[in-house]
C-alpha cells in the first residue's frame, strides 16, 4: 500500500508540458496481459529481436576487465569520439574533428540537450508529425512552439518542401529531421533534402537530423543535409549504436555538431548524466571498427520480413500498408476498418494479444494509422497477421 502523507507534492507546472513515449506504457500493459496467462506478440517496442554481435560483447567484457568501470570525459573518451568522427567524415562526406562528437547515454539526450541549448520560451521548432514523440515533448518542456510538419501519405511519408517554407518565421529556431523515419518508414531522397535546404537559405535556423536509423535502409540511399555545402555548421547529426547494433540497452548515441554547440551540450552532460559508461564506449569502437556481417545479415533479414508483413497487412480487411524505405516499422492505413486509431490499437491488444501503436502516438497526423514493428521473428509476424486478419473477419 503506498504511504498516506499530508504533504501535497507540488509539481514545477513545465511537468504538465511533458509528454510520454506510448511504446513503453503499451508494453507495460502487455506484460500485465501475459502475467494473466495471455498469449501476446509483441509488434509494439523499437527494438531489435537480434543480440548484440559478440565481437562487441567480448570487447565490453574485456573493457571491464582491464579497467574501463570508473567516470570518463562528458563528451565522451577521445579515442571514440575519434571514431565516430572518422565514420562520420566516411558516411557522410565531410570532414569531421573529435571535438566536433558528443557521446550521450542513448539518442534521446542529444534531442534533449540541443532543445535545451538552443530554443528559449516562444522559439518556434518545426518538427515531423507524425513523428518521435520526445521532439514535440521536449520543445513543449522548455516553453517553445512545437509547429508540426505533416507526413501525407500520398507523398509517401515525406516533407513538402513548399509546406515547409511556409511554415518558417522569424522565430524558428531549430528545424527537426528524421530519415529513415519513425513511425512511417519513410525516406528523404537526395531530392528532397537539397529542396530542404533552399527553403532554409541562408537563414540562421538549425537543423537537428536525427539519422539513427541510416544503417537500416532498404531502398533508396540515405543522405544527410549534414553533407548539403554550406549546412554542415547548422546542422546537429543525432546517431548511434541502439539499432545498428542491436544496443537498445547498453544506451549509447551521439550528436555530431560545431565545436562551439558541442562544448556547451557537453556542460549539459556535465549537468546531468556526469559521462556515458567508459565500457561501452570501448565496446562502441569495436562495433564502428570491427566486422560488420551482424549489421548487413540484420539488414537483410528486416527487409524480408517487411516484405512477408506488408503483404500480409494488404490482406487483411480495412487495412492499406505502403512499402517503407527503411527502419523497422510498418504504418498501415486503416481508415477502412472505420475505427480511430487508439480503439483499434486497445482492441487487438485486449481482444486478440498483438500488441502495436495507435498511430496517434506520434501526433494528430497519425490519425487513420497504426504502428507495428517487424523486429520480430517471421513465426511471430505470421502469428499476428491471423490474430488481426481474425479480429476484423470477427468485429468489421
Given at each position: 500500500?503506498?504511504?498516506?502523507?499530508?504533504?501535497?507534492?507540488r509539481?514545477?507546472?513545465?511537468?504538465?508540458?511533458?509528454?510520454?513515449?506510448?511504446?513503453?506504457?503499451?508494453?507495460?500493459?502487455?506484460?500485465?496481459?501475459?502475467?494473466?496467462?495471455?498469449?501476446?506478440?509483441h509488434?509494439e517496442?523499437?527494438?531489435?529481436?537480434?543480440?548484440?554481435?559478440?565481437?562487441?560483447?567480448?570487447a565490453?567484457?574485456?573493457?571491464?576487465?582491464?579497467?574501463?568501470?570508473?567516470?570518463?570525459?562528458a563528451?565522451?573518451?577521445?579515442?571514440?569520439?575519434?571514431t565516430?568522427?572518422d565514420?562520420v567524415s566516411?558516411?557522410?562526406?565531410?570532414?569531421?574533428?573529435?571535438?566536433?562528437?558528443?557521446?550521450?547515454?542513448?539518442?534521446?539526450?542529444i534531442?534533449?540537450?540541443t532543445?535545451?541549448a538552443l530554443?528559449?520560451?516562444?522559439?518556434?521548432?518545426?518538427?515531423?508529425?507524425?513523428?518521435f514523440p520526445?521532439?514535440e515533448?521536449?520543445?513543449?518542456?522548455?516553453g517553445?512552439?512545437?509547429i508540426?510538419?505533416?507526413?501525407?501519405?500520398?507523398?509517401?511519408?515525406?516533407?513538402?518542401t513548399?509546406?515547409?517554407?511556409?511554415?518558417?518565421?522569424?522565430?524558428?529556431?531549430?528545424?527537426?529531421?528524421?530519415?529513415?523515419?519513425?513511425?512511417?518508414?519513410?525516406?528523404?531522397?537526395?531530392?528532397?533534402?537539397?529542396?530542404i535546404?533552399?527553403a532554409?537559405g541562408?537563414r540562421?535556423?538549425m537543423?537537428?537530423?536525427?539519422?539513427?536509423?541510416?544503417?537500416?535502409?532498404?531502398?533508396?540511399?540515405?543522405?544527410?543535409?549534414m553533407?548539403?555545402p554550406?549546412f554542415k555548421?547548422?546542422?546537429?547529426?543525432?546517431?548511434?549504436?541502439?539499432?545498428?547494433?542491436?544496443?537498445?540497452?547498453w544506451r549509447m548515441?551521439?550528436?555530431?555538431m560545431?565545436?562551439?554547440?558541442?562544448?556547451?551540450?557537453?556542460?549539459?552532460?556535465?549537468?546531468?548524466t556526469?559521462?556515458?559508461?567508459?565500457?561501452?564506449?570501448?565496446?562502441?569502437?569495436?562495433a564502428?571498427?570491427?566486422?560488420?556481417?551482424?549489421?548487413d545479415t540484420?539488414?537483410?533479414?528486416?527487409?524480408?520480413r517487411r516484405?512477408v508483413?506488408?503483404?500480409?497487412?494488404?490482406?487483411?480487411?480495412?487495412?492499406?500498408?505502403?512499402?517503407?524505405?527503411g527502419?523497422?516499422?510498418?504504418?498501415?492505413?486503416?481508415?477502412g476498418?472505420?475505427?480511430?486509431?487508439?480503439?483499434?490499437?486497445?482492441?487487438?491488444?485486449?481482444?486478440s494479444?498483438?500488441?502495436?501503436?495507435?498511430?496517434?502516438?506520434?501526433?494528430?497526423y497519425?490519425?487513420?494509422?497504426?504502428?507495428?514493428?517487424v523486429?520480430?521473428?517471421?513465426?511471430?509476424?505470421n502469428?499476428?497477421?491471423a490474430?488481426?486478419?481474425?479480429?476484423t473477419?470477427?468485429?468489421?
Amino acid at each position: 500500500m503506498p504511504a498516506i502523507t499530508q504533504f501535497e507534492l507540488r509539481l514545477a507546472s513545465r511537468m504538465s508540458r511533458l509528454g510520454t513515449e506510448t511504446a513503453f506504457e503499451v508494453l507495460n500493459r502487455a506484460r500485465a496481459l501475459e502475467k494473466q496467462g495471455r498469449e501476446i506478440v509483441h509488434l509494439e517496442i523499437g527494438e531489435p529481436d537480434f543480440d548484440t554481435p559478440s565481437n562487441v560483447i567480448e570487447a565490453a567484457v574485456d573493457a571491464l576487465h582491464k579497467g574501463w568501470t570508473h567516470y570518463g570525459p562528458a563528451a565522451g573518451l577521445p579515442e571514440l569520439r575519434q571514431t565516430i568522427a572518422d565514420y562520420v567524415s566516411r558516411t557522410r562526406s565531410v570532414p569531421v574533428s573529435s571535438d566536433e562528437v558528443v557521446v550521450v547515454p542513448g539518442g534521446k539526450p542529444i534531442i534533449f540537450f540541443t532543445i535545451l541549448a538552443l530554443v528559449d520560451e516562444g522559439d518556434e521548432v518545426i518538427y515531423p508529425n507524425p513523428g518521435f514523440p520526445i521532439y514535440e515533448s521536449m520543445v513543449n518542456y522548455v516553453g517553445g512552439r512545437a509547429i508540426p510538419i505533416p507526413l501525407r501519405e500520398e507523398r509517401d511519408f515525406s516533407v513538402d518542401t513548399k509546406e515547409l517554407a511556409s511554415l518558417i518565421t522569424d522565430r524558428t529556431r531549430l528545424i527537426i529531421l528524421n530519415s529513415p523515419h519513425n513511425p512511417t518508414g519513410g525516406m528523404l531522397t537526395r531530392k528532397d533534402i537539397f529542396e530542404i535546404a533552399e527553403a532554409i537559405g541562408d537563414r540562421n535556423i538549425m537543423v537537428l537530423s536525427d539519422e539513427i536509423y541510416s544503417r537500416l535502409v532498404f531502398e533508396g540511399e540515405d543522405f544527410s543535409i549534414m553533407s548539403v555545402p554550406g549546412f554542415k555548421e547548422r546542422t546537429i547529426l543525432l546517431d548511434g549504436f541502439s539499432k545498428t547494433y542491436a544496443m537498445t540497452g547498453w544506451r549509447m548515441g551521439y550528436g555530431v555538431m560545431r565545436p562551439d554547440l558541442a562544448v556547451q551540450v557537453a556542460r549539459l552532460a556535465t549537468n546531468s548524466t556526469s559521462c556515458t559508461a567508459s565500457f561501452t564506449q570501448v565496446a562502441g569502437i569495436e562495433a564502428l571498427r570491427g566486422d560488420q556481417s551482424s549489421v548487413d545479415t540484420m539488414n537483410a533479414e528486416f527487409r524480408h520480413r517487411r516484405d512477408v508483413f506488408v503483404a500480409g497487412l494488404n490482406k487483411i480487411r480495412g487495412f492499406s500498408c505502403r512499402l517503407p524505405k527503411g527502419a523497422f516499422y510498418t504504418f498501415p492505413n486503416i481508415t477502412g476498418t472505420g475505427w480511430p486509431s487508439k480503439k483499434l490499437a486497445d482492441a487487438l491488444l485486449e481482444q486478440s494479444g498483438v500488441a502495436c501503436l495507435s498511430g496517434t502516438a506520434f501526433g494528430e497526423y497519425g490519425e487513420g494509422y497504426l504502428r507495428f514493428s517487424v523486429a520480430n521473428s517471421l513465426e511471430n509476424l505470421n502469428k499476428a497477421l491471423a490474430k488481426i486478419d481474425r479480429w476484423t473477419r470477427e468485429n468489421l
